[in-house]
């Protein structure tokens, strides 16, 4: 079955980064688009960013465009998403799905607050 186990969360400062990271499993990784969606405190799912199966297109939600990068290691079945310059809105929990725009199914996540 399909198996997601999301990483790299913390806290951080505004301004400063981290590396989410998703291993994937149960399913044909190297076919299939990819997507980071995040939920904030109080808040339903946001999407954040997509990627194609080869790693050539991706697309990007305004609020985190310019500053968080979406790629794939499909030798290595892994997502990541490299976020940088953190703003205290982006503090949610973070999850990583096999879809476009969207996520059919998702992991645990792992939580990222940016606060002073």
């Known amino acids: 079955q399909v198996q997601l186990v999301e990483s790299g969360g913390g806290l951080v400062q505004p301004g400063g980064s981290l590396r989410l990271s998703c291993a994937a499993s149960g399913f044909s990784f190297s076919g299939a688009y990819m997507t980071w969606v995040r939920q904030g405190p109080g808040k339903g799912l946001e999407w954040v960013s997509s990627?194609?199966?080869?790693?050539?297109?991706?697309s990007y939600a305004d609020s985190v465009k310019g500053r968080f990068t979406i790629s794939r290691d499909n030798a290595k079945n892994t997502l990541v998403l490299q976020m940088n310059n953190l703003k205290p809105e982006d503090t949610a929990v973070y999850y990583c799905?096999?879809?476009?725009?969207?996520?059919?199914?998702r992991g645990q996540g792992t939580q990222v607050t940016v606060s002073e």
């Open positions: 990627i194609n199966g080869g790693g050539g297109v991706t």
């Open positions: 799905g096999p879809g476009w725009g969207r996520v059919e199914s």
